[in-house]
């Protein structure tokens, strides 16, 4: 309830991502049209982050504007990889969902890159899993 307040969304979903520090994490939050219906208006990725004993909540720095959801940290922490409906050009339509990556550089999360083929298909991928070796 506390995300729901905090980001005025109706729903925090289940999947997130934690640090293997466990000192950062991401989350999905969903705002849905109407009650009965299950189009979303917002899908945006939150960051959670701890430093000393005070949690930083906000919107990820990439996120917020298109439809980004079900995030994974690579094995090292320095790679989150998303599912987005984002377009693959600036000002270009939104397109179905692919996968996404945004790497940290100097402690910050970069522009978001789309992975391509073979990795993303004409149809929609989703749930992105990434193996102790670092495959996806």
Do not use: C
């Amino acid at each position: 309830k506390y995300f729901s307040k905090l980001f005025d969304v109706k729903e925090i979903e289940e999947l997130f991502a934690l640090s293997s520090s466990h000192i950062e994490f991401f989350v999905n939050a969903i705002k849905r049209k109407l009650k009965e219906s299950n189009k979303n208006i917002f899908s945006s990725i939150i960051h959670l982050m701890k430093t000393g004993k005070k949690w930083t909540i906000e919107v990820a720095s990439f996120s917020g504007k298109y439809g980004d959801i079900e995030p994974t940290f690579s094995p090292d922490g320095n790679t989150l990889y998303f599912a987005s409906n984002r377009p693959l050009q600036k000002d270009s339509v939104i397109k179905d969902f692919d996968i996404w990556k945004t790497t940290r550089i100097n402690g910050v999360w970069s522009a978001p890159e789309n992975l391509g083929a073979p990795i993303n298909t004409e149809a929609n991928e989703f749930y992105p899993a990434i193996t102790q070796t670092g495959k996806l």
